[in-house]
């Protein structure tokens, strides 16, 4: 395994990822209209699998669902293994998307984007696995990725902790690739993964999304409760007013301190670009929420899951 930097603003390692479990108490927040009753709170009352009193609905076998619950009749019918689904649910599968690719590690203050990700993967995985529900992931590096199916399992979820690391620890040392083609590849893999009735917890800069990302998102809430955390670094949403000289290792912009428009320019483009993405996925009743790098995490969730509560 590759050693590990001791400084986790910058890198992150499997013993800071596992002090977030704490951390985790502090979500159990209701979320506006989402389909379930709640998000990253444990147990959901919903149209899940499970073993509850009103049989709903028969629909394909997925790896993990409990093999008492087939429907033998139709399976024999249609020659395909098929389940049964309930009114009432004893779990909630969820799935976290975790992105670690070179635009995740910017940090201007404090950490960086990829840091951040990571610790909010840890958080939402402890809540989810205390919940008694299964989880898996995905962690995003470049072309390549890091898969785990989900499991109740603590042991999954720290292999999964370990593909972040890893990752991360790595994230300085990739060359370009084309995101969305890599992307494509990806969401075909989860579409055998993730069917009905996950919590999908997506977290991300979004920094290159596309009209057919949006779609995908549109295609997996139909049947998903869908979360999207956007971490962002505050100098990406506006620059200093002083004078400074931005590089990305091959070339260098300065920027002058009577450079205002170019100041006023970045601000725009950002909540424009916001406002665009969050504006396309309302339509399909995705929760969209912001996370920034630089004022402490336990704070921004809080505030950020108040504003949910119903009234």
């Known amino acids: 395994m590759k050693s590990q930097a001791k400084d986790n603003t910058v890198f992150l390692t499997l013993e800071h990822l596992l002090q977030y479990e704490w951390l985790n108490t502090v979500l159990n927040f209701n979320v506006g209209q989402q389909k379930s009753n709640s998000v990253l709170s444990g147990r959901y009352a919903s149209?899940?699998?499970?073993?509850?009193?009103?049989?709903?609905?028969?629909?394909?076998?997925?790896i993990g669902d409990d093999t008492r619950n087939i429907?033998?009749?139709?399976?024999a019918?249609?020659?395909?293994?098929?389940?049964?689904?309930?009114?009432?649910?004893?779990?909630?599968?969820?799935?976290?998307?975790?992105?670690?690719?070179?635009?995740m590690g910017f940090g201007s203050v404090h950490k960086t984007k990829a840091v951040v990700a990571g610790e909010l993967a840890a958080i939402a995985a402890y809540k989810i696995l205390k919940g008694g529900d299964r989880i898996g992931g995905l962690v995003m590096k470049d072309e390549t990725y890091d898969l785990l199916t989900p499991k109740r399992d603590q042991r999954n979820m720290l292999q999964f902790f370990q593909k972040i690391v890893d990752a991360n620890q790595d994230i300085y040392n990739r060359t370009d690739f084309d995101f969305a083609e890599s992307l494509k590849?990806?969401?075909?893999?989860?579409?055998?993964?993730?069917?009905?009735?996950?919590?999908?917890?997506?977290?991300?800069?979004?920094?290159?999304?596309?009209?057919?990302?949006?779609?995908y998102l549109s295609v997996l809430?139909?049947?998903?409760?869908?979360?999207?955390?956007?971490?962002?670094?505050?100098?990406?949403?506006?620059?200093?007013?002083?004078?400074?000289?931005?590089?990305n290792s091959e070339k260098q912009i300065s920027i002058a301190k009577n450079k205002v428009q170019v100041v006023k320019d970045l601000?725009?483009?950002?909540?424009?670009?916001?406002?665009?993405?969050?504006?396309e996925i309302d339509k399909y009743n995705i929760t969209l929420f912001?996370?920034?790098?630089?004022?402490?995490?336990?704070?921004?969730l809080v505030n950020v899951f108040t504003q949910y509560i119903p009234k």
Do not use: C
């Not at 809430?221 to 590089?247: A, G, I």
């Not at 630089?294 to 921004?300: A, G, K, N």
């Open 77 to 103: 019918k249609t020659g395909v293994t098929h389940t049964k689904v309930f009114t009432e649910e004893k779990e909630k599968p969820a799935f976290i998307f975790v992105d670690q690719t070179p635009t």
């Open 47 to 62: 149209r899940l699998r499970g073993r509850g009193l009103d049989f709903e609905e028969a629909r394909p076998y997925v």
């Open 221 to 247: 809430s139909q049947h998903n409760d869908v979360v999207l955390v956007k971490v962002f670094d505050p100098m990406e949403e506006e620059l200093p007013s002083e004078k400074m000289t931005l590089t």
């Open 71 to 75: 429907d033998w009749k139709v399976t």
């Open 290 to 300: 912001k996370i920034n790098t630089v004022d402490p995490l336990e704070e921004q």
């Open 185 to 215: 590849s990806m969401i075909a893999k989860l579409n055998n993964i993730i069917t009905h009735d996950y919590l999908v917890i997506i977290i991300s800069d979004f920094h290159r999304y596309n009209n057919e990302m949006i779609q």
């Open 267 to 279: 601000k725009t483009d950002f909540k424009t670009n916001y406002d665009g993405f969050k504006q």
